[in-house]
């Protein structure tokens, strides 16, 4: 049982490339969610997914966008890269939106 | 003023030390998280409460709801329990809104 799988675990981007953070859980969950972690500071929601074919903004969408592809998956986008998206990237997943979340490893990428 | 916040920031003990790990919120919450970080950067959930005490092996958690606080205590410490503690309330409000502290480095000394 892998819980939750984040690809890939580093990477670095030049201003303005694009790249997608792939997100799996092999739960059966139906909540799924991406944070962002950066020094200092608690993490914070990027976007959330309640359930398939459902997303709506978190705290700090701006730049950013997701996709739910099943129940399975959930990608975040960068389209264009910047320097200030420089951040270590969690997904997570929950049964339903009041239960206990399961995170992945994050994503360490760095925008230069 | 940040709507979580932690205390101390920063924690040294000895292997054996008893722990605690303060959490204080000003906002209505449905339940409290206490989560684990380790350096490797994987964080796992260690409690969700919403009432009373919870344990798990040397980990405690409590909380009161009527002082917006919370707890963690580890009972003899180890090592391998240093990382991050961070303790996250999901609003009331919204169930939908979770609000993460800025977590607690320990450090536990052989």
């Known amino acids: 049982n892998a819980g939750v799988t984040q690809t890939p675990k580093f990477q670095v981007l030049k201003t303005g490339q694009s790249m997608t953070l792939q997100c799996a859980q092999d739960?059966?969950?139906?909540?799924m969610y991406w944070y962002r972690q950066d020094p200092g500071m608690g993490l914070r929601l990027i976007y959330y997914?309640?359930?398939?074919?459902?997303?709506d903004k978190g705290e700090v969408p701006n730049g950013y966008n997701v996709s739910r592809l099943n129940k399975r998956e959930f990608s975040l986008r960068l389209e264009s890269a910047a320097p200030s998206q420089t951040s270590v990237y969690f997904c997570?997943?929950?049964?339903?939106?009041?239960?206990?979340?399961?995170f992945g490893q994050g994503t360490r990428l760095t925008v230069v | 003023k940040n709507e979580v916040e932690q205390s101390p920031q920063n924690l040294t003990a000895q292997e054996g030390e008893f722990i605690t790990i303060n959490c204080s919120y000003s906002v209505g919450i449905s339940a409290l998280h206490w989560l684990q970080q380790h350096p490797g950067g994987g964080i796992v959930s260690l409690f969700m409460l919403s009432s009373g005490k919870k344990k798990h092996g040397r980990l405690i958690a409590t909380i009161n709801i009527q002082e917006k606080h919370s707890s963690l205590h580890i009972t003899a410490s180890h090592p391998r329990d240093s990382a991050v503690y961070i303790c996250?309330?999901?609003?009331?409000?919204?169930?939908?809104?979770?609000?993460f502290g800025p977590g607690t480095s320990l450090s536990v000394i052989p």
């Open positions: 996250a309330v999901r609003s009331r409000a919204s169930y939908d809104k979770v609000i």
């Open positions: 997914s309640a359930s398939e074919g459902t997303t």
């Open positions: 739960m059966n969950h139906n909540s």
């Open positions: 997570a997943s929950s049964e339903n939106r009041v239960t206990e979340a399961f």
